[in-house]
């Protein structure tokens, strides 16, 4: 967990003012302490997957792409988090969690905020109540002198075996910063849902979409994931998948995830990775069940790859980032 010093927003500010008139024994940092997004625990690995797009997973050319083909995605959507230790009482942190999600719709080729959902920015403070003074009023999370509503998230409730969490600083800092990155997949999974719920047009999004039924099963949703921590492929397949050229995917196969939603998905190399390492330029997207997933994922593959244009530097991850994506995180820090 990687952490930074600057001067506290004014968000976090108007949250120390909250918090010093309930824990007048807080101890308030100097400079607010920004937290890097923890990697996930889960070990790398491999898991094998049920092709649906002949009988072995095998390497494919996606047919009939050249530079000029138009990218059907009508728009992007991604977001964003921000941690800030804030303070301490007796050592317990104090964190302030920002989350926003927003959704970039493509209108004469560029880029602006759809206007049916607005962006979604929420502030929570994190607290580890078990282990602080009694807070019945700021259990309540009601207002501070400036009208400014904060809603207060415990961090030390017990799992469910019943178990506490210890009162490591590190560990409720952990706590905190799993419980902002869960409060902003629930923000993007409800812009999601509205988008599909619409049905315009097919939307890029920047991760999964099998936390959500109703996008896990909707035509207008397309999850593109860069990062992989599991490989959904094992033996001759694992070598088909690394082997994979620029402009050629995988076939198509089912991802099941426990407690989410079925999904059909493979994998597309978007830059030549000579020279770099295995993953480089390499993407897996996911969509809907459909009755043709061959004819589906050339389609949506070259959508992808029309995406890679142009180049979304200085950002150093450009060999997998599309334009749009970056649009939207550029878009959310400004606004939050």
């Not at 824990?23 to 923890?38: C, D, I, N, W, Y």
């Not at 792409?65 to 991604?78: H, I, N």
């Not at 998905?265 to 993407?283: C, N």
Request: glycine share 8%; aromatic share 6%.
């Amino acid at each position: 967990m990687l952490v930074s010093s600057s001067g506290p927003d004014a968000a976090s500010r108007t949250a120390l003012r909250l918090l010093k008139q309930r824990l007048p024994g807080m101890s308030v940092m100097e400079g607010a302490t920004s937290v890097e997004p923890l990697a996930t625990n889960d070990p790398p690995i491999l898991r094998a997957a049920t092709v649906v797009e002949g009988t072995t997973l095998s390497a494919v050319r996606v047919p009939d792409f050249s530079p000029q083909t138009r990218s059907g995605f009508g728009a992007f959507l991604d977001g964003a988090q921000k941690v800030q230790i804030v303070g301490h009482h007796e050592g317990m942190p104090i964190v302030v969690g920002t989350v926003s999600a927003a959704v970039r719709i493509r209108v004469n080729r560029r880029l602006t905020t759809w206007g049916h959902q607005p962006p979604r920015i929420e502030r929570k403070i994190y607290l580890p109540l078990r282990y602080l003074p009694p807070l019945a009023e700021i259990r309540a999370a009601g207002t501070d002198r400036d009208g400014a509503n904060w809603q207060i998230v415990d961090t030390s409730t017990a799992d469910t075996n019943g178990e506490y969490p210890s009162q490591h600083p590190a560990v409720l800092l952990e706590r905190a910063t799993r419980a902002v990155d869960q409060q902003r997949e629930q923000l993007e999974d409800r812009l999601a849902e509205a988008w599909c719920a619409r049905g315009e047009s097919p939307l890029f999004i920047d991760g999964g979409i099998s936390r959500s039924a109703s996008v896990a099963s909707s035509w207008s949703a397309v999850g593109v994931i860069k990062s992989h921590r599991t490989l959904y492929v094992e033996g001759d397949a694992l070598r088909v998948v690394l082997g994979l050229r620029k402009g050629e995917r995988s076939s198509v196969f089912r991802v099941s995830p426990r407690s989410r939603s079925s999904v059909m998905s493979w994998y597309l190399r978007l830059r030549r990775a000579d020279g770099r390492d295995a993953l480089w330029g390499l993407v897996r997207v996911e969509m809907a069940e459909c009755d043709r997933p061959s004819d589906r994922a050339d389609e949506i593959s070259r959508w992808v790859m029309a995406e890679t244009t142009p180049l979304s530097l200085p950002d150093g991850r450009w060999d997998k980032l599309a334009y749009g994506v970056r649009d939207c995180e550029e878009f959310l820090r400004a606004i939050s």
